[in-house]
């Protein structure tokens, strides 16, 4: 089992530029969620999904969006990347919201010059 | 909103000593209580929970207590050794579909 897989690992970024993140689970989780995490500040959740076809906005969403077309994906959308975007981004998923434990995936660290 | 408060930031302690990390959350509504550990390179991973219908929990070396009362929770390692060293973050979770993190604990235990 793969569990949770993110790709890329790293990314460097100009500026303005726009990338997708990946997200995969094989677990046939209906819960996923994108989280930032940077330096003194934990883990904040970016936007989740409560299952295919759903997204909602979580802690700081702003500058992101989402997509969530089949179960096993999520996606993480930058449209026009920021400097205060570099961060480790964390991409987890649950089998039954978040009282539940939840999974994560490796990470990938995104730096925006 | 939920908010997560953990102490302390840094922790260093002997090999064989004990260790202790105390949170506080303020929604009197939430009711899970994970904690995770993240090693250098990796993603968080759940190393034990606690529901608030529960005061203590304990597995192996690890254990973790809760006071509702008081609205905290703690996470406490026994016999500690080197591969214990890492961060660890503690969580509270009430039913907005929001599982709160506090700012972690770098643990290092020196052998």
């Known amino acids: 089992n793969a569990g949770v897989t993110q790709t890329p690992k790293f990314r460097v970024l100009k500026t303005g530029q726009s990338m997708t993140l990946l997200c995969a689970q094989d677990m046939n989780h209906e819960y996923m969620y994108w989280y930032r995490q940077d330096p003194g500040m934990g883990l904040r959740l970016i936007h989740y999904?409560?299952?295919?076809?759903?997204?909602a906005k979580g802690e700081v969403p702003d500058g992101y969006n989402v997509s969530r077309l089949k179960k096993q994906n999520f996606l993480l959308g930058l449209e026009s990347a920021a400097p205060s975007q570099t961060s480790v981004y964390f991409c987890a998923s649950s089998t039954a919201g978040p009282n539940t434990e939840a999974f994560f995936g490796q990470g990938t660290r995104l730096t925006v010059v | 909103g939920e908010n997560v408060e953990q102490h302390p930031s840094t922790l260093s302690v002997q090999e064989g000593d004990s260790a202790v990390i105390k949170c506080t959350y303020s929604d009197s509504a939430s009711n899970y209580f994970p904690w995770y550990k993240q090693e250098l390179g990796k993603g968080p991973q759940l190393i034990i929970d606690?529901?608030?219908?529960?005061g203590e929990k304990k597995d192996q070396r690890i254990a973790v207590t809760l006071n509702k009362t008081a609205k905290h929770f703690s996470l406490h390692i026994t016999e500690t050794q080197p591969e214990d060293s890492a961060v660890y973050f503690c969580a509270a979770s009430s039913s907005n579909y929001k599982l709160t993190f506090g700012k972690g604990t770098l643990l290092t235990v020196n052998p």
């Open positions: 999904s409560v299952g295919e076809g759903t997204t």
């Open positions: 606690i529901r608030s219908n529960v």
